[in-house]
């Protein structure tokens, strides 16, 4: 149920959606009603709030917090005992449809795991992706199964969790999957803006990972002087962030993660050791 009504929000609730309906409900408003005010006041909050989104930093002053939440991993330490990608950055319909792998904004992904396995040749590798559409369809995990060897991912040493809906699934049941041992280090492969609800929900799942952020959207604190040429740009970026921001809530009032948004040095819950 609530993998269902997520989704559902956050269609309703999306910011370009919002904005748009708004902007929309205010012409109507002026149109054929006498509510001249409130129709001027939801028209001129919709079109401001779309070009401050769209073509000012506001994108960024939302996602930097997100994506510098945690530091990029060294790779000059020693290997992990395990790697666990999430799903995310392939199309997953789209990949079934075409037979051949398709990836979307978040396609360094399984990039960055097919580096990681082949630097890390005796590490264990964890994909964990279901479907994220409502009424189900092909998983991720089927997609990376059928094409590993086009990611260039070694198939025989692949682990696939392909039941998970969201992050809190996958967090849950990689744990139930590879049973991580006191001592072990494990790598979480996610997005940089995505680090912060991944991480927590591992700590919540009693599953001590170490963060490796990539498929950044921003250079850095630089950018909050940076305006967009292209206002759909700014709009992407801001749905993004906000609804990671949504997500943080939500997963905080579910119990799903330990923190508002957890960090490096978040305290972990009670039993939240590797099992």
Known sequence: MFFVVSKVVFFLITPSNLLIF????????????????????????????????????????????????????????PAPTGIIMLGGGIEAGLSEARDQVVVNDAGERPIYFADLARRYPRSRLVFSGGSGFIGGGISEADIVSRQADTIGLPRS???????????????????????????????????????????????????TVEAFPFDYRTKGWGDLLHFHGFSSDGLLQFDLAMKEWIGLVAYRLAGYIPDWLPGPASPSPSGSANR
């Open 22 to 77: 708004l902007s929309l409900a205010g012409v109507i408003l002026l149109a054929v009603t006498r509510l001249r005010r409130t129709g001027t006041a939801l028209a001129v909050v919709g079109t401001v709030g779309l070009l401050l989104a769209g073509m000012f930093p506001l994108s960024e002053i939302v996602l930097l917090p997100l994506e510098q939440r945690f530091p990029q991993y060294p790779l000059d330490g």
């Open 157 to 207: 040493r692949v682990i696939l969790e392909n039941r998970s809906r969201n992050t809190h699934e996958n967090a849950t049941f990689s744990a139930a999957l590879v049973h991580p041992k006191p001592g072990e280090r494990w790598l979480l492969l996610t997005s940089a803006w995505h680090m912060p609800r991944a991480i927590g929900c591992f700590r919540q799942a009693g599953f």
